[in-house]
Structure formats: C-alpha cells, structure tokens
C-alpha cells in the first residue's frame, strides 16, 4: 500500500529538517500530487510551501523559483495571505541569492505587508529580517535596523531563540557599520538567511560561483 499524502508531506518535513533536500523534494512532490488528486487543495499547497523551501536549499534557484511563483498564485486563489506572503519570502530568497538586492527589496516589502495584514510573527519576522539583508545590501542601514529589531521581537513571539540571536547579530554588525560608515564594497556579500557578512575570502569564492558555507547559520550558497 502506497503511503498517505499526509506520511508523505510529514516525511518530507523530516527530510528538510535532516538537511535532506533531495529526499525532501521527492516526497513534497508526491504528496502535492496526492493532494490535488483527493481534492484537498490546502495541505497541496502546504505541500507546495515545504517543497519550494527544499528546492531553494539545494540550490536550484530556477525551480525554486517557479515552485514559489505557483505557491503565490495558489495562495491568491485560496485566498490566504499566510501562504502569499510565504510565497514573496522565498522569491525574495531567491533574489538575495542572485545578489539582486533591488528586487528582494519589493519582494520582501509585499511580503512582510501580506504577513502584518494577517498578525503572523513567522512571516512577519522571516520577512522583516530579509528585508532588512535586502536593504543593508543597497546601503539603508537605519532602515535595515529598525526591521531586525521588528524580527526580534517577532520572532521572539514564537519562541524561536536561536533566530533571535541570528537577528541581534547582524544588529550589532549594522550598529558597526552607522559608526564607521559601510565598507568599500557597494555590493556586499551577505548570508541570505541569518544576515551576516561574509569574509574576503568567501566573498571571492562567492564571486566565481563556487560554494560557501556561512560560518554563523550554516546556509550553504553558491
């Protein structure tokens, strides 16, 4: 007997927990399947969200894309914010993964608006704190500030230290860089997820496509 789209979506969570990607991406798609088949459009789209956040850690930028384009018009037609606004934090993902700061500043801006619409601390604070790599990264330090204060204290809501802690320190990174002015680069080298600065180092690794770990979080982007 073939397992129930709901093992399915729950073992492709625990893949994406495990840092499985792969596996993950594999077992989202078959209970997204399964979902649609049995008519139970919203844990489809569930299935859709876990799949989109699978494919952007293995690094397919591209498909992530398209997974996160469809979760958007999905969540439009539903009529649910919480997932439209999941959809904005993960092409703004994809753009802070290009370096394309400007566009992950409007992805991230809808995104956070659709999460305050609905009081949601997770994409509130996912997106404040995108927002705020996005800005840092144009060099709107003051602006940048202000949102990771809202991250922190949104995050905080849910119980989630550890994203607490990766909020406060690219506060105290920000806080450096008002002092001192912002380094020399125009286009800095940020991790997408917690925020920090890469070093010179990753940063040339980074510029010719080659695979970086971030020291801090450990995202891996390439």
Same mark, same amino acid.
């Given at each position: 007997? +073939?397992?129930?789209?709901?093992?399915?979506?729950?073992?492709?969570i625990?893949?994406?927990?495990?840092s499985?990607?792969?596996? #993950?991406?594999?077992?989202a798609?078959?209970?997204?399947?399964?979902?649609?088949?049995?008519?139970?459009? $919203? *844990?489809?789209?569930?299935?859709? &969200? !876990?799949?989109?956040? =699978?494919?952007?850690?293995?690094?397919?930028?591209?498909?992530?894309?398209?997974?996160?384009?469809?979760?958007?018009?999905?969540?439009?037609?539903? $009529?649910?914010?919480?997932?439209?606004?999941?959809?904005k934090?993960? /092409?703004?993902? @994809?753009?802070?993964?290009?370096?394309?700061y +400007?566009?992950? !500043?409007?992805?991230f801006?809808?995104?956070?608006?659709?999460? &305050?619409t609905?009081? $949601?601390?997770?994409?509130?604070?996912?997106?404040?704190? %995108?927002?705020? +790599?996005?800005? *840092? %990264?144009?060099?709107? /330090?003051?602006?940048?500030? +202000? /949102?990771?204060?809202?991250? !922190?204290?949104?995050?905080?809501?849910?119980?989630?230290?550890?994203? @607490?802690?990766?909020?406060?320190?690219?506060?105290?990174?920000?806080?450096?860089?008002?002092?001192?002015?912002?380094? @020399?680069?125009?286009?800095?080298?940020?991790?997408?997820? #917690?925020?920090? *600065?890469?070093?010179?180092?990753?940063?040339?690794?980074?510029?010719?496509?080659? /695979?970086?770990?971030?020291?801090? =979080?450990?995202t891996?982007i390439?």
């Amino acid at each position: 007997m +073939s397992p129930e789209p709901e093992e399915l979506l729950q073992e492709a969570i625990s893949m994406h927990q495990s840092s499985k990607f792969d596996k #993950c991406i594999k077992a989202a798609e078959k209970a997204h399947k399964k979902f649609q088949k049995s008519g139970q459009i $919203d *844990r489809a789209v569930e299935a859709l &969200r !876990v799949m989109g956040d =699978c494919t952007l850690n293995a690094h397919n930028l591209k498909k992530a894309q398209t997974i996160y384009e469809n979760l958007h018009r999905e969540g439009i037609k539903i $009529d649910n914010y919480w997932y439209q606004s999941a959809a904005k934090w993960g /092409l703004g993902q @994809v753009a802070l993964r290009r370096l394309d700061y +400007s566009t992950a !500043v409007q992805l991230f801006e809808q995104g956070l608006t659709l999460a &305050r619409t609905t009081a $949601d601390a997770w994409y509130t604070a996912w997106n404040a704190m %995108g927002l705020a +790599s996005a800005y *840092r %990264g144009t060099g709107r /330090l003051e602006e940048a500030r +202000s /949102l990771l204060e809202e991250a !922190v204290y949104n995050f905080r809501k849910t119980n989630q230290s550890k994203y @607490v802690q990766w909020a406060e320190k690219s506060l105290t990174e920000i806080g450096g860089e008002i002092q001192s002015g912002p380094p @020399v680069e125009m286009q800095p080298y940020l991790c997408p997820m #917690c925020g920090s *600065r890469f070093n010179v180092e990753q940063a040339k690794k980074l510029r010719k496509g080659k /695979l970086v770990t971030c020291e801090y =979080c450990g995202t891996a982007i390439c």
